[in-house]
């Protein structure tokens, strides 16, 4: 028996589903070293799949983790890892057929985009082979201050992660100073937490060059906000009406920062005390626990107490069925979905079509199988679950006539694009856009991006800049790189396929704006070595100290809207802030005369 988190089913594309499980990676590295020096996975299938593991020059890379997970229908459905030996060999055997996500994680060398494999009856064998590279070592800097409630938090752990998986650390002094240093050319992220007194703070990402080598970086944690309202409750099982203790229940603010969590005591009781009013999301989420999850949205006024009496449902039922083709084929290896309010199960066909799914309560499921990564239409079909019983689903399935084209957006380095690219889909029948969508960096962090039951044909897509990050900017192109529609790289869809590998690398813009000006005092004196702050409001700076003659010139910045800052704290004059708006391959001009403080 699956499960998986609440997903309806058709709405996850088969090849995120196995981007989910390759993402378990980071949490397997951290236990790395309890795995065998050589693990060779083997299982009960047919297939195969080895490969090597080296360095750039051809050094081989002897205990790196590599995960190899399979997607069947709308869920994960194999998932496993290993290491490499000290020639850089794994192997994983026994796999049933299926296409595959490979992916392998290297501490100190820059992460590489995962692989597919497609094992079949005719072509049960596959290699995917990986080269490391080692990170870049460079001459930027990032610093800047960590406050809480704008107070400095010494002791405070600071890092700085690449696009490329590199992460470089510092710890805040007394002043909550930080400084990072040896970064290369690039956009890295800036991450810290202050712990559960404090909100979550979101990493701000700067863009390191030559140009602009040094960027700051002031991170200012905020604690929780405080009330006078009271939400809790007692859990029970629905059935007897037992409390149930060590239950994990979770609180989120849905309009007001907060994010806590407690465990049910011997009496089933909890309580979430001192919230401000406002609108929360209860979530008790129970795998394993022999319950379903529970959810529920709770509005609480000032010093109001609101009580709830969670009553959780036993999954302790079955549900059996059998799939089959329209011509009475059995269907072996599809996922089968049960989708309930709070969460699904699933389970896979056998040798024979049949399927059990295990854990299963007393409430209205879907019974979902078939769609995209299968060659059938999708099909569903209503049914309840029975207490301590088993209810019965049997499915027939349809050829499916339509397809699928997708693929993942990289960055320049070669990474998953984790900001909003917008893709349009191109017929070659017409100019005229099929559909449009946006790449799921956003929400995911995988740059993948679908168009689903499209009809049988051939297909481009384009790709256009809509992230409003002027450190990203790039040239609407088309499918192959080309900037017309003639000239894009088209691919044929027939029916039943998922065309999911319509990959593209984007090329950022090279940023050629220039900010630039004089300051000089009231009386008109030039005003020299007075430090100049450039921000865009996201998060993006730069920097510059004024010359003998009162100038000052701050080159590499993309077009966009600025504010710039001078004289205040530090300094012998009056804090002036003054927004221009920087154009491509252009120069704008910011004056200040000054006064003193």
Same mark, same amino acid.
């Given at each position: 028996?699956?499960?998986?988190?609440?997903?309806?089913?058709?709405?996850?594309?088969?090849?995120?589903?196995?981007? %989910?499980?390759?993402?378990?990676?980071?949490?397997?590295?951290?236990?790395?070293?309890?795995?065998?020096?050589?693990?060779?996975?083997?299982?009960?299938?047919?297939?195969?799949?080895?490969? $090597?593991?080296?360095?750039?020059?051809?050094?081989?890379?002897?205990?790196?983790?590599?995960? /190899?997970?399979?997607?069947?229908?709308?869920?994960?459905?194999?998932?496993?890892?290993?290491?490499?030996?000290?020639?850089?060999?794994?192997?994983?055997?026994?796999?049933?057929?299926?296409?595959? #996500?490979?992916?392998?994680?290297?501490?100190?060398?820059?992460?590489?985009?995962?692989?597919?494999?497609?094992?079949?009856?005719? *072509?049960?064998?596959?290699?995917?082979?990986?080269?490391?590279?080692?990170?870049?070592?460079?001459?930027?800097?990032?610093?800047?201050?960590?406050?809480?409630?704008?107070?400095?938090?010494?002791?405070?752990?600071?890092?700085?992660?690449?696009?490329?998986?590199?992460?470089?650390?510092?710890?805040?002094?007394?002043?909550?100073?930080?400084?990072?240093?040896?970064? %290369?050319?690039?956009?890295?992220?800036?991450?810290?937490?202050?712990?559960?007194?404090?909100?979550?703070?979101? %990493?701000? *990402?700067?863009?390191?060059?030559?140009?602009?080598?040094?960027?700051?970086?002031? !991170?200012?944690?905020?604690?929780?906000?405080?009330?006078?309202?009271?939400?809790? @409750?007692?859990?029970?099982?629905? %059935?007897?009406?037992?409390?149930?203790? @060590?239950?994990?229940?979770?609180?989120?603010?849905?309009?007001?920062?907060?994010?806590?969590?407690?465990?049910?005591?011997?009496?089933?009781?909890?309580?979430?005390?001192?919230?401000?009013?406002? $609108?929360?999301?209860? *979530?008790?989420?129970?795998?394993?626990? @022999?319950? !379903?999850?529970?959810?529920?949205?709770?509005?609480?006024?000032?010093?109001?107490?609101?009580?709830?009496?969670?009553? !959780?449902?036993?999954?302790?039922?079955?549900?059996?069925?059998?799939?089959?083709?329209?011509?009475?084929?059995?269907?072996?290896?599809?996922?089968?979905?049960?989708?309930?309010?709070? #969460?699904?199960?699933?389970?896979?066909?056998?040798?024979?079509?049949?399927? /059990?799914?295990?854990?299963?309560?007393?409430?209205?499921?879907?019974?979902? /199988?078939?769609?995209?990564?299968?060659?059938?239409?999708?099909?569903?079909?209503?049914?309840?679950?029975?207490?301590?019983?088993?209810?019965?689903?049997?499915?027939?399935?349809?050829?499916?006539?339509?397809?699928?084209?997708?693929?993942?957006? &990289?960055?320049?380095?070669?990474?998953?694009?984790?900001?909003?690219?917008?893709?349009? !889909?191109?017929?070659?029948?017409?100019?005229?856009?099929?559909?449009?969508?946006?790449?799921?960096?956003?929400?995911?962090?995988?740059?993948?991006?679908?168009?689903?039951?499209?009809?049988?044909?051939?297909?481009?897509?384009?790709?256009?800049?809509?992230?409003?990050?002027?450190?990203?900017?790039?040239?609407?192109? &088309?499918?192959?790189?080309?900037?017309?529609?003639?000239?894009?790289?088209?691919?044929?869809?027939?029916?039943?396929?998922?065309?999911?590998?319509?990959?593209?690398?984007?090329?950022?813009?090279?940023?050629?704006?220039?900010?630039?000006?004089?300051?000089?005092?009231?009386? #008109?004196?030039?005003?020299?070595?007075?430090?100049?702050?450039?921000?865009? @409001?996201?998060?993006?700076?730069?920097?510059?100290?004024?010359?003998?003659?009162?100038?000052?010139?701050?080159?590499?910045?993309?077009? #966009?809207?600025?504010?710039?800052?001078?004289?205040?704290?530090?300094?012998?004059?009056?804090?002036?802030?003054?927004?221009?708006?920087?154009?491509?391959?252009?120069?704008?001009?910011?004056? &200040?005369?000054?006064?003193?403080?």
């Amino acid at each position: 028996m699956i499960q998986t988190p609440s997903t309806l089913p058709g709405t996850r594309p088969r090849w995120r589903s196995a981007l %989910a499980a390759l993402t378990l990676v980071g949490a397997l590295v951290a236990t790395s070293a309890a795995l065998p020096a050589v693990a060779d996975v083997v299982g009960t299938g047919p297939g195969t799949v080895s490969g $090597t593991v080296s360095a750039t020059g051809g050094g081989p890379l002897g205990g790196v983790l590599v995960n /190899v997970s399979q997607s069947s229908g709308q869920a994960t459905s194999f998932s496993e890892s290993t290491t490499t030996d000290g020639t850089g060999h794994y192997e994983f055997t026994g796999l049933p057929v299926g296409e595959y #996500g490979i992916s392998a994680y290297a501490t100190g060398y820059q992460q590489q985009p995962w692989q597919f494999a497609d094992l079949t009856d005719p *072509s049960p064998s596959a290699t995917a082979d990986f080269v490391f590279a080692p990170f870049a070592v460079g001459v930027g800097t990032i610093s800047g201050h960590v406050t809480g409630d704008g107070v400095p938090l010494a002791g405070q752990s600071v890092s700085a992660y690449s696009a490329a998986g590199h992460g470089l650390y510092s710890v805040t002094d007394e002043n909550g100073y930080y400084e990072l240093t040896g970064l %290369a050319n690039g956009e890295w992220s800036v991450v810290s937490f202050a712990g559960s007194g404090y909100q979550y703070l979101y %990493a701000p *990402s700067v863009l390191i060059s030559d140009v602009a080598p040094t960027a700051t970086v002031d !991170l200012a944690f905020l604690s929780w906000p405080v009330g006078t309202s009271t939400i809790n @409750g007692i859990v029970t099982d629905s %059935a007897t009406g037992v409390a149930i203790a @060590g239950i994990n229940v979770g609180l989120s603010g849905n309009d007001v920062p907060h994010s806590s969590s407690a465990t049910t005591d011997a009496t089933g009781a909890f309580s979430f005390d001192l919230l401000p009013a406002g $609108t929360y999301s209860l *979530s008790i989420w129970a795998p394993g626990s @022999g319950y !379903l999850s529970f959810s529920r949205e709770i509005t609480v006024t000032a010093d109001q107490t609101v009580t709830l009496t969670p009553a !959780l449902v036993a999954t302790n039922g079955t549900i059996t069925g059998h799939i089959k083709t329209k011509n009475g084929a059995p269907v072996v290896g599809i996922y089968v979905n049960a989708q309930a309010a709070d #969460g699904s199960s699933g389970a896979i066909t056998d040798a024979n079509g049949d399927y /059990v799914i295990s854990e299963i309560g007393a409430v209205a499921y879907t019974i979902s /199988v078939g769609g995209q990564g299968t060659p059938f239409t999708l099909k569903a079909k209503s049914v309840t679950g029975v207490a301590n019983g088993n209810v019965t689903a049997n499915l027939t399935l349809k050829d499916r006539k339509t397809g699928t084209f997708g693929g993942i957006v &990289f960055g320049p380095d070669t990474q998953w694009y984790t900001k909003a690219v917008c893709v349009t !889909l191109y017929s070659s029948k017409s100019k005229h856009a099929v559909e449009e969508t946006q790449t799921f960096g956003p929400n995911y962090g995988d740059g993948t991006y679908g168009f689903f039951d499209i009809k049988p044909g051939s297909y481009t897509v384009g790709f256009a800049d809509c992230d409003d990050d002027p450190l990203t900017n790039f040239d609407n192109v &088309f499918l192959g790189g080309a900037t017309k529609y003639k000239d894009a790289t088209f691919v044929t869809i027939a029916a039943a396929e998922d065309s999911l590998e319509n990959n593209f690398t984007l090329a950022f813009k090279t940023p050629t704006s220039i900010i630039s000006g004089h300051i000089t005092k009231s009386n #008109g004196t030039a005003i020299a070595g007075l430090p100049v702050h450039v921000s865009d @409001g996201s998060g993006h700076t730069a920097d510059a100290v004024t010359n003998a003659a009162g100038n000052y010139t701050i080159p590499g910045l993309y077009s #966009g809207n600025y504010t710039v800052s001078v004289g205040g704290s530090g300094t012998l004059y009056v804090h002036k802030d003054k927004s221009v708006t920087a154009i491509q391959d252009g120069t704008v001009t910011a004056n &200040f005369s000054l006064a003193k403080r």
